[in-house]
């Protein structure tokens, strides 16, 4: 009994440190998308990349509670779509599909709110 308590034990923490690896790789990688000029970029830049966090928070905020779940699953906590169907209890094409559709929603809200990007 003992070893097996610890055998899940340790497997609790792994999954644990990979989900945080996960967080920290989406939060590093919303960082450079919205600070791809860099620390030094003059005042001008960082307004506009305010006005096109907000825009963003506002498109993702309009969306429903299943769309933006998906969304925010797939692209800010990076789980692939096996991990999400478990998690929803969806099969794996069932979730691509609502993905696929979910990021046209988003697309067409924020074409709604005049957002352009630039690279």
């Known amino acids: 009994m003992r070893k097996w308590l610890i055998r ?12 945080t690896g996960r967080w920290r790789r ?4 919303l960082t450079h998308l919205f ?3 860099g620390p030094n970029a003059p005042a001008a830049d960082s307004l506009s990349r305010d006005a096109e966090r907000q825009q963003m ?9 299943n769309t ?14 096996s991990e999400i ?3 929803m209890q969806l099969p794996e094409s069932t979730v691509r599909g609502r993905l696929c559709r979910a990021r046209q929603k988003l697309a067409d809200r924020l074409h709604q709110t005049g ?4 690279d």
């Open 8 to 19: 899940v034990t340790v497997n609790r923490c792994r999954l644990e440190h990979r989900r």
């Open 26 to 29: 989406a939060f590093i990688a």
């Open 35 to 37: 600070d791809r000029r």
């Open 57 to 65: 928070h506002q498109a993702l905020q309009s969306l429903d509670a």
């Open 68 to 81: 933006r779940s998906l969304l925010v699953l797939r692209y800010f906590a990076d789980f692939d779509s």
């Open 85 to 87: 169907g478990q998690l």
């Open 115 to 118: 957002y352009r990007h630039e």
